[in-house]
């Protein structure tokens, strides 16, 4: 076994040791040795498994438009990554979002049970708004009126006088004594809201940030569009002094004083924040503008019964696809084929630490990309291994056999998986161009399990069978290779 052998063998190691301790784990924790209150790992590896396996709550949404308004499919497509990103970053994980043309995007929440939770990261997803309030601050929480999508431009409506009355010839009557009769009340007129005016949308954001305060606590620096840039630039010099709000869904959610004017487009959100209320506002801010408006039309809950049913029998199917396979290996290779069986435990290990670590949201289609390629492993070990028996006919020594089977077995291992790997791009792609995450799910493991393979075919297998059959001389023990 030469030097370089020997180096694979240095990675494949840790990594087979890495791998099983994924596997295993459910959270990865590495204690930081400078602060025993920090971790320098803190990450959770709990499989996922999608909505057909779990159960978890499926909610259909819809424009807010009338029936006949055309909607462009980026706008919704544009929406659905928006939304999707909010829903995420609310700690709604795993969450599964298909565009449904021409109005419509199916959203899926595995794991969880509470629609009024679901629906209300959903609802909070809509139009953000920074507003013009004047000189005194809005508390938070209060739901206003705004002129945004309204031929509306002042900053404020105020209550009209009320017109003077016409003077006529008619002669007006003595008001009655008669202690009788009871005066009417007198109706007091309704106020008529105040409408604030909105000076930008989230639209115009670019780029929102949380940083550090000079003085501690956490601020959030905001980027607007270089078209929205200038806009900002002379309301902000124009209301010195003055406070700015910032709405969604006509509730304000802060309340700012303008310092000084911004000339840049690039502004620091300053405040007593906390790490976990600067994240919060920030991602209010960088996903509060949705393109178009969405409402809820539908949802259901999906139970797990299904689900468990079909993760057992996947289970039991995997686990004899996989013994076959080692049997069958071991049988017809013999030694060799015991490498590979080995070359294979290492390739499944290595999938479920990707789909762990990713993370990869598993569904039924997805385990069934992983078992398909289980079968494209070996398909590798097999034309290497009939080379090798090739080459050893052919009277060549072990080492020589084992090194010219990989370099002639080599192209059509390559050119085989290289067009299952495009195949995978194209299911891909279809899958998110028209909403079918089934087929995205059996695309992503194949192809990830396809690349791993090769991985284990070139790399591991080769490694495993000089550091094994260097020794062994194949003339003194033919059955050994199946010759």
């Not at 080692?326 to 590979?340: E, H, N, Q």
């Not at 080995?342 to 762990?356: N, P, R």
Request: aromatic share 8%; charged share 15%; hydrophobic share 45%.
């Amino acid at each position: 076994m030469n030097r370089r052998q020997y180096n694979w063998l240095i990675l494949i190691i840790p990594l087979v040791a890495l791998a099983i301790w994924v596997d295993v784990s459910k959270l990865i924790t590495v204690p930081n040795p400078f602060n025993s209150q920090t971790n320098l790992i803190y990450r959770n590896v709990d499989t996922r498994l999608g909505l057909d396996l779990r159960g978890g709550l499926q909610v259909l949404l819809e424009a807010d438009l009338p029936a006949d308004a055309t909607i462009s499919s980026d706008d919704l497509n544009v929406t659905r990554q928006i939304l999707e990103s909010r829903a995420n970053a609310l700690g709604v994980s795993e969450v599964v979002m298909q565009v449904a043309p021409p109005r419509r995007i199916v959203a899926e929440f595995p794991g969880l049970q509470d629609p009024e939770q679901v629906i209300a990261s959903l609802q909070q997803t809509g139009l953000l708004e920074f507003v013009d309030i004047g000189s005194q601050p809005i508390a938070e929480g209060t739901i206003i009126q705004t002129d945004f999508g309204t031929s509306t431009s002042a900053t404020t409506t105020e209550t009209p006088a009320s017109t003077p009355a016409t003077p006529t010839d008619t002669p007006t009557s003595t008001p009655t004594t008669d202690p009788s009769v009871t005066p009417a009340p007198t109706e007091t007129p309704a106020a008529t809201p105040t409408i604030y005016h909105t000076v930008l949308t989230g639209a115009a954001l670019s780029a929102v940030n949380v940083q550090a305060a000079s003085l501690g606590g956490f601020d959030i620096a905001t980027t607007f569009k270089s078209d929205a840039a200038t806009t900002f630039a002379d309301y902000t010099g124009d209301h010195v002094n003055q406070y700015m709000a910032i709405v969604l869904d006509k509730r304000v959610i802060s309340s700012l004083i303008i310092k000084s004017k911004i000339p840049n487009g690039q502004g620091v959100i300053e405040g007593k924040f906390t790490q976990d209320s600067a994240n919060t506002l920030a991602i209010q801010l960088r996903y509060g503008s949705l393109p178009i408006p969405i409402k809820v039309v539908q949802s259901r809950s999906v139970g797990p019964t299904l689900g468990e049913e079909s993760v057992r029998r996947s289970v039991i199917a995997g686990i004899i696809g996989l013994l076959v396979v080692v049997i069958f290996m071991g049988l017809y290779y013999r030694l060799p084929g015991l490498i590979a069986d080995a070359a294979l435990i290492t390739f499944a290990l290595i999938c479920l630490m990707l789909y762990k670590l990713i993370p990869v949201v598993l569904t039924l289609s997805g385990i069934a990309g992983f078992i398909l390629s289980i079968g494209m492993a070996v398909d590798a070990n097999i034309l290497i291994f009939e080379r090798l028996k090739e080459e050893l006919r052919a009277g060549r020594t072990l080492r020589q056999a084992i090194d010219l089977a990989w370099k002639r077995a080599w192209p059509s291992i390559r050119d085989s998986n290289s067009s299952t790997l495009i195949t995978c791009v194209i299911l891909f792609w279809f899958g998110s161009a028209f909403g079918a995450s089934v087929v995205k799910g059996f695309a992503l493991t194949l192809a990830l399990g396809v690349g791993v393979s090769l991985f284990t075919a070139i790399i591991v297998t080769r490694t495993f069978l000089h550091l094994v059959l260097d020794t062994i001389k194949s003339a003194e023990h033919p059955r050994w290779f199946g010759i």
